[in-house]
């Protein structure tokens, strides 16, 4: 027997129980692939911790449908645009305000956008720029259809423009970084703001998003 068991052994024999501290160190065996030999390593109590506390995390996804998409003026919404509809009857956005109320304290992980229409987006937004928000209302009781009832809690820097020369666009963009931070009992809202009106805003444009627990 080895003098680290041996000493492992007496430990236990004895019951010596100590609080571990977050500099202490952990022998962990690993192998490189399953043909390989397994290798002893040293690892931290609080590197272990974060590891844990990483996948523990709540992540939870969403998918909604922008189904004005590209309105400007009298039709867009009091967000100044177009806002998601999740999971809802798709419908005109005039007189109602797509939104998600927040089940935990969280934060925008990661947001997708994709145009899932046959017809070319460059073929009927003109000179338009599409930007892309988030909005935050914190009164669980408040009329959404009220501007004043939200403020805007972050960007993404993702724009479209018919220059960038892209018929069918789409992005990802990881957003953990930005603290777009929302509270239990909180509404969020993500809209799609136009410079000017597209020729035809009824096209379907899809959005994904992941919200990761703090």
Not at 44 to 54: A, P, W
Not at 71 to 97: P, S
Not at 185 to 209: K, M, R
């Amino acid at each position: 027997m080895s003098n680290t068991s041996q000493d492992m052994m007496g430990l236990l024999s004895r019951a010596d129980v100590k609080t571990p501290k977050a500099t202490d160190y952990i022998t962990i065996a690993r192998k490189s692939n399953s043909k390989s030999k397994i290798q002893t390593e040293l690892i931290t109590v609080e590197g272990l911790m974060n590891l844990v506390q990483d996948s523990s995390k709540i992540r939870n996804s969403y998918s909604g449908t922008f189904i004005n998409f590209g309105v400007t003026g009298g039709g867009a919404d009091v967000l100044g645009g177009d806002t998601v509809n999740w999971g809802t009857e798709l419908n005109t956005a005039v007189d109602h305000l797509g939104n998600l109320m927040i089940m935990n304290d969280c934060k925008v992980s990661k947001v997708s956008v994709k145009w899932s229409s046959k017809l070319p987006i460059r073929s009927i937004m003109g000179s338009a720029v599409v930007s892309f928000k988030f909005s935050k209302c914190t009164n669980i009781m408040a009329d959404v259809t009220d501007a004043a009832s939200w403020t805007t809690a972050g960007t993404v820097t993702a724009q479209w423009r018919a220059s960038d020369g892209e018929d069918f666009p789409g992005f990802l963009e990881v957003k953990s970084a930005d603290n777009i931070n929302y509270a239990v009992g909180d509404l969020l809202a993500f809209t799609a703001s136009t410079s000017s009106g597209f020729s035809n805003t009824g096209e379907d444009v899809e959005v994904g998003l992941i919200l990761e627990g703090l």
